[in-house]
């Protein structure tokens, strides 16, 4: 699945934890709904961006989906891996999105919230 909008993030994220409509709790909610695609390059979980554009190997969004420090359940893990209670996203979902902020996290004409 090639991911070239923030759109396709978010439908990657929705299912991940259920969907759409599945609530998503503390600490961080669902942190990549009801906001634009600038709005979600500019956020910061715990005080750290949660993507670096042009670098998806390093963004945070990236290494918690695969669970790398510091992320994971290893001696260096200070957070547990994404989406926690939910089976990992597959390898090659989570290779789009990262090749997707390789890219510069391009909107794409799909906004979430439009038609």
Request: no cysteine.
């Amino acid at each position: 699945m090639a991911v070239n909008t923030f759109r396709g993030v978010v439908d990657i994220l929705d299912a991940a934890v259920g969907g759409p409509d599945a609530e998503v709790g503390p600490p961080h909610h669902a942190f990549w709904r009801n906001v634009n695609r600038d709005e979600f390059v500019a956020t910061k979980l715990f005080g750290q961006p949660i993507l670096t554009l042009g670098d998806g190997a390093h963004s945070n969004v990236i290494l918690s989906l695969k669970g790398e420090p510091p992320f994971g359940t290893g001696p260096d893990a200070k957070f547990p891996r994404m989406p926690v209670g939910f089976d990992p996203v597959a390898d090659d979902e989570i290779r789009s999105i990262e090749q997707w902020i390789d890219n510069g996290a391009p909107d794409g004409s799909d906004t979430p919230g439009t038609a």
